[in-house]
């Protein structure tokens, strides 16, 4: 069984549009994460989420909205989609605080042509 | 804020040879120590972790010293396998994040 699964694995959209990525994790960790990795492989933190509140969100542009309808579940909407976005999202979990190791999902790769 | 230097890549070795990624790190409290791999196309996996000062952290012949006096975490391997080649990443906990390095790619020649 697949730890942490986010869908989709590849999107490609148009600047613009309106798009959301789905995270789940069966692994009964409290806290998940949104990670965006660009093309120089850096990775950024987006957000933190701890018993579905929002613990942490960084500098990231409200056109990005995480949701967190209970704790095994984290997704991400993103609206008006610029070509700057275009990175590869990564969702991750721990059991409580980032001293516990990170489980992380496969990644999305979003492209906005 | 908290946060991670790390040897810029790519680092290109034979197989056997000896391997060693240099990671320090700015921190106001004492974090936990990561070191991170990620293969093509896959996401991050824990390799190693330390918690506290003179902790080894060791996986699969990796190895990596908190070392407080020089603020380091050096990751290291006696003898790299064409398996290993990968991206690797130091990072630090600082509450409910990780901060990452900037990620060192290793390209490991038969």
């Keep these: ?113 | 804020g908290d946060s991670v230097t790390q040897m810029e890549g790519p680092v290109t070795l034979s197989e056997e040879a000896f391997l060693t990624i240099n990671c320090t790190y700015t921190a106001t409290g004492y974090p936990s120590l990561f070191w991170y791999v990620q293969y093509p196309g896959e996401g991050l996996q824990l390799l190693l972790k330390a918690t506290k000062a003179d902790d080894k952290g060791s996986n699969k012949g990796f190895e990596a010293t908190y070392r407080k006096e020089t603020t380091s975490f050096h990751l290291e391997k006696g003898s790299v396998q064409v398996s290993d080649s990968a991206v690797y990443f130091c990072a630090l906990s600082s509450g409910y994040a990780l901060n990452f390095g900037k990620g060192t790619s290793l390209l490991v020649t038969p």
């Excluded at chain 1, 995480?66 to 008006?80: E, F, Q």
């Excluded at chain 1, 990564?90 to 492209?111: I, M």
Aim: net charge positive; proline share 4%; hydrophobic share 30%.
């Design chain 1, 1 to 113: 069984d697949t730890a942490v699964s986010q869908t989709p694995k590849y999107l490609v959209t148009q600047m613009g549009n309106d798009k959301s990525i789905k995270c789940e994790q069966n692994l009964g960790h409290d806290t998940m994460y949104w990670y965006k990795q660009d093309s120089k492989k850096f990775l950024k933190i987006m957000f933190s989420y701890n018993n579905k509140e929002l613990i942490i969100n960084e500098t990231v542009p409200n056109r990005f909205s995480p949701k967190s309808p209970d704790k095994a579940h984290l997704n991400l909407h993103i609206n008006s989609l610029e070509l700057g976005d275009s990175a590869v999202y990564f969702c991750a979990s721990s059991r409580d605080r980032a001293e516990s190791p990170l489980h992380f999902g496969n990644g999305t790769r979003l492209t906005v042509t």
